[in-house]
């Protein structure tokens, strides 16, 4: 078995060799010889020419627009982004009555609290960002009035 570009080749050895092939090269054997005027040359050569510098140009100016629409599209993202953020309110939590509620209900409701919690404000929460609701009792502290007499 013959390898298959081996018969290939062989088969663009005989279309070369065809007869209308063989009737194609003497037609062009048989054309005159033109030889190229300098002038057309140089006037090719001059137009080569302003066509490498206008790409030239064109590259240039690419290459400093482009870093500079980049930042145009970037400062109108940001200032989308500043402009139709939602204000930002303080988390309110409302205490659970737990002699009303339940123990349960308590823990339940506490759970919730400090998921949403942790959900908003992440690791920490301000002491100004915490708004506390329904709420007649003052949390219990360790600080007394005498504490704040020094200042």
């Known amino acids: 078995m013959k390898d298959p570009k081996r018969l290939e080749m062989m088969n663009a050895d005989e279309r070369l060799n065809?007869?209308?092939?063989?009737?194609?090269?003497?037609?062009?054997?048989?054309?005159?010889?033109?030889?190229?005027?300098?002038?057309?040359?140089?006037?090719?050569?001059?137009?080569?020419?302003q066509e490498a510098q206008l790409s030239k140009r064109r590259q240039r100016l690419?290459?400093?627009?482009?870093?500079?629409?980049?930042?145009?599209?970037?400062g109108a993202m940001?200032?989308?982004?500043?402009?139709?953020?939602p204000e930002t309110k303080p988390i309110s939590i409302v205490r659970a009555n737990t002699a009303a509620a339940g123990l349960e209900a308590a823990l339940?409701?506490?759970?919730?609290?400090?998921?949403?919690?942790?959900?908003?404000?992440?690791?920490?929460l301000n002491a100004t960002e915490v708004e506390v609701l329904a709420s007649d009792e003052?949390?219990?502290?360790?600080?007394?009035?005498?504490?704040?007499?020094g200042f």
């Not at 209308?20 to 190229?36: D, G, K, M, S």
């Not at 290459?63 to 145009?72: Q, Y």
């Not at 759970?111 to 404000?121: G, Q, S």
């Open 18 to 49: 065809s007869e209308a092939q063989q009737a194609i090269r003497q037609t062009v054997r048989a054309l005159p010889e033109e030889t190229v005027s300098l002038a057309w040359r140089s006037a090719l050569n001059e137009r080569v020419l």
């Open 138 to 149: 003052v949390p219990p502290t360790d600080w007394s009035e005498a504490d704040f007499d």
């Open 108 to 124: 339940v409701s506490t759970h919730r609290e400090t998921a949403m919690l942790t959900d908003v404000a992440g690791v920490g």
């Open 62 to 74: 690419a290459w400093l627009l482009r870093p500079a629409v980049g930042l145009a599209m970037a």
């Open 78 to 85: 940001a200032f989308v982004v500043v402009m139709r953020t």
